[in-house]
């Protein structure tokens, strides 16, 4: 009778491990390449403005193929948004004075632009009114984790000694 029951429990725990597993086997590895483009922004600029934000292009591919199902448009807003699930946007990174103070970038909003691309818009932290863009280079990471899709991706947003043209 013991040996029965030993032999039912150590069947529950196993079928349990294999479905955890098949569950983290579920999420694939992906590829997330991203560029920053400055846009409008300009060192010394502030606000959610259209004029203020940079813009962050993500790629999201597995086994060489577009991943296009990772979150719904997002549109502007003039707070800071809060990214599909799955999502981060994390400044690793930021430029130090003399102009702007190397703040961490808020999103504003966040586009699934198909076949894999998506846009997230960038202004400096919103919630510190003393930040503002600095000049030089913003190091950040996007990385995707859920069920579905894990993966990083490091890119580089430059904000340049001159002016943009808008």
Not at 1 to 27: D, G, Q, Y
Not at 76 to 98: C, D, E, F, M, Y
């Amino acid at each position: 009778m013991r040996s029965h029951a030993f032999r039912t429990v150590l069947m529950i725990l196993l079928a349990a491990s294999t479905s955890l597993a098949a569950a983290r086997a579920e999420a694939i590895e992906v590829k997330v390449e991203t560029t920053g483009h400055r846009l409008f922004a300009d060192a010394g600029d502030s606000g959610s403005g259209f004029a203020t934000a940079a813009l962050i292009t993500v790629l999201v591919t597995a086994a060489g193929r577009p991943v296009a199902d990772l979150g719904a448009s997002i549109p502007p807003s003039p707070t800071q948004i809060t990214l599909p699930p799955g999502w981060q946007l994390r400044t690793v990174l930021g430029p130090p004075g003399p102009v702007g103070t190397g703040c961490t970038m808020s999103p504003i909003s966040f586009t699934n632009a198909g076949a894999g691309v998506y846009t997230i818009r960038v202004v400096p932290f919103l919630s510190a009114p003393e930040c503002h863009w600095g000049l030089g280079d913003y190091h950040y990471t996007v990385g995707l984790s859920n069920a579905k899709v894990q993966g990083v991706g490091l890119g580089v947003l430059t904000i340049p000694d001159s002016p943009s043209v808008p």
